[in-house]
């Protein structure tokens, strides 16, 4: 029994915020709030006590915030009639910075949402909805590159004045007779077990002259009254004390006193064992309220505390979920952080879901190979198969940087598998896979006996190459390009090709393949980046305007060129710089590609030019060719249309290929000539054989007259 003729003391509220709050809180700021600081309506949610040592916390789940897009469920809805989650409504303020957080005027917040409270009770709210009462406030700041939050909570309570004096508080169990307390029970358990009532914080308990109970809502307070029953205001109690009430019973009392003007009222502190009424725990107590002049005065806003303790003191609570998060989630995470920023200010309409979804090829997985790999996962793209037939060499690993040393030993790893190894442990959630395989190459003539093998590499890298939205040309000579190339413009992929000198660099994306879209394709769509760009393709009679590919410059057909080569010609000797410089520009440029709404088919773009369309794209120009010298620290954008004696993307040479199959393709690499007499080249050459020049050598002066040179 707690000692009367006190002031009435009331068990603080506590909190509990569950991992998953944070979580969404961190999604919800990424990908939605960004920048807003503007006030989260959110839920909480509290229970009646239901153990005798421990006392029932509100409590933050994932589903106390809103959905993070209009299409997500509400999930508050799963949640109404729960007997265990009873809803109350609250405000979340989360800052961008740390310094913003402490710079809160707190006391001002905390006024603001009991004023709330305040307005509730004269307006009737409360007999609406009870839960009100309980309004609570969260301010909060994320650190999303450390994931670790700091927060702080307060319950606001209208401070009564004089304070309350408690004139006694039992037992409920030492309050009733047997009859009433067993209909006292019996009625609780019922309102409980309904679905309409069971989350209902706030009732009124009315006992008649025949012992029998009856809870009921605040709004038939008056219906009691005139019947001459006993009536207790009941509410659910969430401390465990037995001789103290919870921090509920605080606003409940200034509602009574503002809005009935009793000034002795009879509480029922409710509390469970087990999911039924426990009369033995729940508390029946009587309080005595001096109503001051003007008390119930709607302008008379009493004082106002709340904010919650932390070990005693007041101050805010810091939590840091990273050691226990999954270091793949983690991992995730922090690889979107970076993505998810920039749609923040710089550029919100980056579509980081379709970077997820692109599947990437690349063909050749050794110095551009390993830069595309990573600087593709740095934007966000998660599927990626690299192919390559070589195995990794004591010289790889201090240019390629998906090798170590331990690739190397025992005759060393096949690069596919181990730039795949890599990549998953620098970021686990990549979608990756390696196929050993080599590129069938023309000038390099196979006999009778391996030609089934060749024919089934080319089969297997027509399947690769269909299976995938965006392909990068990354291999060592120009002849592996051609079967890659010419693949490409009949699928109409998107095709990016990347190739090195000693101090000079190629970045180019090859133009639409050069017929309709394809309608006798062996492989189905399989996603949106594909169809997009198949309905994209350009028809036969605009081949004019078409980008050209990496072979549409030449005048004569990929040959063997790595035969009778020194080691330094048959190898790739190039400065170190050159490669992370003209892998970033091959993946910028996909990036590019794949968020210009013409896709493939945008034309080539300059800096500073006019035709770069009526409206400028976000990530800049979207150029054709880019030209680079280390040597010279230059670089330029360049633009070159479709051949039409092309050896790889012409529409003679695709249609070719359409209609002969593997049988063309044998030939190509057989015959050396074969792709030239194809396409005219011979006669091209031969043209240009037959033409003579004259030279005007009238004055030997001439010679020495610089006023009519020329400089190239």
């Known amino acids: 029994m707690a000692d009367t003729g006190t002031i009435l003391q009331f068990a603080p509220f506590q909190s509990s915020v569950d991992e998953g709050f944070w979580h969404k809180l961190s999604s919800l700021k990424l990908n939605k709030l960004r920048l807003d600081e503007s006030p989260i309506p959110i839920t909480g949610f509290y229970a009646p006590c239901s153990h005798p040592q421990v006392s029932n916390r509100l409590t933050l789940l994932a589903e106390s915030l809103p959905a993070d897009s209009d299409d997500e469920p509400l999930s508050l809805l799963a949640s109404q009639g729960n007997r265990n989650r009873c809803p109350v409504p609250g405000i979340l303020l989360n800052t961008n910075t740390l310094e913003s957080f402490y710079a809160l005027d707190k006391q001002s917040l905390l006024k603001a949402e009991a004023k709330k409270i305040w307005d509730d009770i004269y307006s009737g709210k409360v007999e609406e909805d009870s839960s009100v009462l309980l309004r609570f406030l969260v301010i909060s700041f994320a650190d999303l590159k450390k994931w670790s939050f700091h927060y702080w909570f307060a319950f606001p309570a209208l401070v009564l004045d004089p304070p309350a004096t408690l004139v006694n508080l039992k037992p409920a169990s030492q309050c009733f007779t047997s009859e009433e307390a067993e209909s006292v029970s019996s009625a609780c358990n019922e309102w409980r077990s309904k679905s309409s009532t ?7 308990v009315s006992i008649g002259s025949n012992s029998i109970a009856t809870l009921r809502h605040l709004k038939e307070l008056e219906t009691c009254q005139n019947n001459g029953q006993k009536v207790l205001f009941g509410f659910y109690d969430p401390c465990h004390l037995p001789n103290n009430p919870g921090w509920p019973l605080r606003n409940y009392l200034a509602y009574i006193c503002s809005r009935w003007g009793l000034e002795k009222i009879h509480f029922f502190c409710y509390r469970e064992n087990r999911g039924f009424a426990d009369l033995g725990l729940s508390l029946v107590g009587e309080a005595e309220i001096s109503l001051s002049q003007g008390g119930r005065s709607h302008q ?11 070990k005693g003191k007041k101050g805010l609570r810091c939590i840091s979920l990273a050691k226990t998060m999954d270091p793949t989630r983690l991992a995730v995470s922090a690889a979107d952080l970076n993505l998810k920023l920039m749609r923040w200010r710089t550029l919100p309409s980056l579509n980081l879901e379709m970077l997820a979804s692109t ?11 390993c830069q595309v790999a990573r600087m593709l996962m740095a934007w966000g793209v998660r599927k990626i198969t690299l192919v390559d037939s070589g195995k990794v060499s004591m010289s790889n690993p201090i240019r390629q940087s998906l090798y170590a ?17 890599s990549l998953k442990r620098i970021f686990p959630a990549v979608e990756a896979e390696g196929v050993v395989m080599a590129i069938p190459m023309p000038g390099h003539p196979v006999s009778s006996q391996e030609e089934s093998s060749i024919l089934q590499d080319c089969r297997d890298l027509s399947d690769l190459i269909n299976s995938h939205d965006a392909i990068f040309l990354l291999t060592d000579t120009r002849e592996s390009r051609w079967l890659p190339s010419l693949l490409c413009a009949s699928a109409n992929k998107i095709t990016i090709t990347a190739a090195l000198g000693f101090d000079s660099f190629l970045v180019m994306r090859h133009g639409a393949g050069p017929l309709d879209a394809l309608r006798n394709s062996q492989a189905e769509t399989l996603n949106n980046v594909s169809a997009s760009m198949e309905n994209l393709s350009l028809s036969n009679q605009n081949e004019s305007v078409r980008l050209g590919c990496y072979f549409c410059n030449d005048v004569v057909a990929p040959i063997d060129s790595t035969a009778n080569r020194t080691l330094d010609q048959q190898c790739t000797v190039t400065r170190p710089g050159l490669a992370p410089i003209a892998s970033a520009l091959a993946v910028e440029l996909l990036v590019g590609v794949l968020h210009h709404p013409s896709g493939i088919c945008a034309k080539a773009e300059f800096a500073n030019s006019n035709d770069n369309g009526s409206t400028e794209q976000p990530l800049g120009i979207l150029p054709h060719q880019i030209r680079g010298s280390i040597s010279q620290f230059s670089q330029m954008t360049l633009v070159g249309h479709a051949s039409t004696c092309c050896t790889a993307c012409c529409s003679t040479v695709v249609s070719e290929y359409r209609t002969k199959g593997m049988d063309f393709i044998l030939q190509a690499i057989n015959h050396p000539t074969y792709l030239e007499d194809l396409t005219g080249l011979t006669e091209l050459m031969k043209s240009a054989g037959s033409y003579t020049l004259d030279w005007d050598n009238d004055s030997e002066n001439d010679v020495n007259d610089d006023d009519d040179c020329i400089e190239i």
């Open 300 to 310: 008379n806003m009493p004082n106002v505390v709340g904010w919650e303790l932390n």
């Open 405 to 421: 040393l331990d690739d190397c030993l025992n005759g060393g790893k096949f690069k596919a598998v181990a730039a795949v190894e």
């Open 359 to 369: 599947r990437c090829l690349l063909l050749g997985a050794g110095t551009l190979g």
């Open 198 to 204: 069971a989350d209902i914080p706030f009732f009124l």
